[in-house]
């Protein structure tokens, strides 16, 4: 990456700057060309959607906490987008049964009928939202909605899909799993890493772009929710150089 020719769009920053160095190897030994990465905070993939939005010109996300599960549902209703029976899982997911303690390159198993791969295990993917535990019993019986809830403090946020630690109810299309300060442990930082979860192996996430492309206001209203709360008390300087917390 830092061979690339500089573009017009890399004008447009400021200042360069990069995580903290790992205190550890961040993929664990499990592998890193063809894997999913793991173990970022929600706030490192969000920041990571920001620069390749940046980079690229097009517009770029995690998605919505609705959105995952309807991509991940491809159209069905049952507990998993192939059927109900866990039995078939192993054809679709890497999971407890037979991930062997350890994720996989993506895109070995079959896909959803959308075609969309390891929607269910390999790594659990974080999306945009808060996780609030009844938030969307508010929109039951309601149509054309696009429910958000924007992040405002540190935790928890939600991952979907399970992972490769995960038996086969974790991995179910509806199943949701909550954040917390366990995945960060290891962390000998003070204060702890904005970048890193060092006990969340499991964690991954996948990128979406909307097919209509946002106001710079609201691109800057998803891009920054939270930014306080996620330094967690402290200062720091995210990734195009302005100072944020107190």
Not at 5 to 34: I, Q, V
Not at 169 to 194: F, Y
Request: with cysteine.
């Amino acid at each position: 990456m830092l061979n690339e020719k500089t573009t017009e769009n890399d004008k447009l920053a400021d200042a360069l700057a990069r995580p903290t160095k790992p205190y550890t190897e961040m993929s664990f030994g499990m592998g890193k060309d063809g894997f999913p990465a793991i173990s970022m905070t929600h706030y490192a993939a969000r920041m990571y959607c920001r620069w390749l939005s940046v980079k690229t010109g097009r517009y770029y996300r995690l998605p919505t906490e609705a959105e995952w599960e309807y991509a991940c549902r491809a159209g069905t209703k049952t507990a998993y987008s192939f059927g109900d029976d866990p039995a078939k899982l192993g054809d679709y997911a890497w999971y407890f049964e037979n991930a062997g303690e350890s994720y996989k390159k993506v895109g070995k198993k079959k896909p959803n009928p959308w075609g969309l791969y390891d929607m269910h295990g390999n790594v659990a993917e974080w999306v945009l939202d808060q996780y609030i535990a009844d938030y969307y019993s508010q929109f039951k019986g309601k149509t054309a909605v696009e429910p958000l809830a924007i992040t405002k403090t540190l935790y928890p946020h939600p991952v979907r899909g399970g992972s490769w630690q995960d038996d086969a109810e974790a991995l179910r299309s509806a199943a949701r799993r909550a954040s917390g300060k366990e995945w960060k442990q290891q962390d000998p930082q003070l204060p702890q890493s904005v970048w890193y979860y060092t006990d969340a192996q499991f964690v991954g996430f996948r990128l979406a772009r909307p097919l209509k492309e946002p106001t710079e206001e609201e691109k800057a209203k998803i891009w920054d929710a939270g930014l306080e709360a996620e330094s967690d008390g402290g200062k720091f300087v995210w990734p195009l150089g302005e100072p944020v917390g107190k």
